[in-house]
């Protein structure tokens, strides 16, 4: 199975409308409540690819309650650390005219240290079985943000391969020794290492130099509708998505994710891997719900993704 790791979970409730206008009504075509945080969105993605997946995560309170109901409607395997505070309730305004989305969060976890060795134990047990580890979004204030680091250690230890997709001093504190993939988004990979890139082939420079001196095994840039971006050792890639009409793009980064560690478990070439990684994420902005992929149409869109090679001389 694949197993995902959620330390600052959440419920997403999805607000889709033509366009926000500050200071007048504004009428919802439809409210969607689904499943928020990171690794659990990667999850949904999954378990709309058709594969098995374990949902580790930290829950709380009445939203935690409902967030618990939700996923396992999904069919995924929920792995729960109750602690105290509240789960998140993240408030997600989807605008069809401008294709953007904003997020409006409320709610903080409050996490002992029992629970928190509950939490690590817990990832050691469900190692055993795992075909890969996704570790996904920010940590809650309470926990050091030295906490992924520990955890990429415990895979690494256990032979069980892992992506981090996190930013900023969360994603600095596991470059001393890395997860086999680091995933983010553009304006994520700026805050990080402290680039200012403003154009593909910007980006594409500073992430080739960000892996060269940290000895990244692979680092994955999503771009939006510019793509993504792929770089490893002495090569380089550029995956073409078509664009779509979105109906939701929450969650796109993280279908993005399940659609790599998917493809690379079965043992694709990264080319083939980064295909599927394309046209998974473009079919998670068709879904009403965050993260959500019907597999028929990542099916569709494959054949429409291109990946570029480029060799580093």
């Known amino acids: 199975m694949f197993l995902t790791v959620t330390l600052n ?3 997403d409730r999805v607000l889709l409308i033509e366009e926000l206008l500050l200071g007048s009504p504004v009428r919802a075509r439809k409210e969607v409540i689904c499943v928020g945080g990171k690794g659990l969105d990667v999850s949904v993605a999954l378990r709309g690819l058709g594969l098995p997946t374990v949902g580790l995560s930290f829950l709380a309170g009445k939203n935690g309650q409902l967030l618990e109901e939700i996923i396992s409607a999904y069919g995924i395997q929920p792995a729960t650390i109750w602690v105290g505070g509240e789960t998140r309730v993240s408030y997600v305004i989807a605008e069809a005219k401008h294709r953007r989305v904003s997020h409006i969060q409320v709610g903080e976890l409050e996490i002992s240290a029992g629970q928190l060795k509950e939490m690590l134990d817990r990832f050691q047990d469900e190692l055993r079985a795992a075909r890969f580890a996704v570790l996904s979004g920010s940590i809650p204030p309470c926990l050091s943000p030295d906490f992924y680091a520990q955890l990429i250690g415990m895979a690494r230890t256990a032979g069980v391969p892992a ?3 996190s930013r900023g001093e969360y994603a600095r504190r596991v470059l ?3 997860p086999e993939i680091l995933k983010q988004n553009w304006d994520e990979f700026n805050q990080t290492f402290g680039f200012q890139t403003h154009s593909l082939d910007e980006l594409l420079a500073a992430a080739r130099q960000a892996q060269a001196a ?5 680092l994955v840039v999503t771009c939006g509708a510019d793509g993504i971006l792929a770089v490893r050792l002495g ?5 073409s998505v078509p664009p779509q009409e979105a109906v939701n793009a929450a969650g796109a980064g993280d279908a993005a994710s399940a659609g790599l560690v998917w493809r690379l478990s079965e043992g694709d070439s990264w080319e083939d891997a980064l295909k ?3 046209a998974v994420s473009a079919a998670a902005t068709l879904t009403e719900a965050t ?5 028929a149409e990542a099916e569709r869109l494959y054949p429409q993704v291109q990946v570029a090679t480029i060799t580093v001389p």
Do not use: I, N, Q
């Open 235 to 239: 090569v380089s890639y550029r995956v």
């Open 163 to 165: 992506l981090l997709d």
């Open 176 to 178: 001393d020794c890395p």
């Open 214 to 218: 940290y000895g990244l095994p692979a």
């Open 9 to 11: 979970t959440g419920v």
């Open 291 to 295: 993260g959500e992929v019907v597999k």
């Open 276 to 278: 599927w990684c394309g």
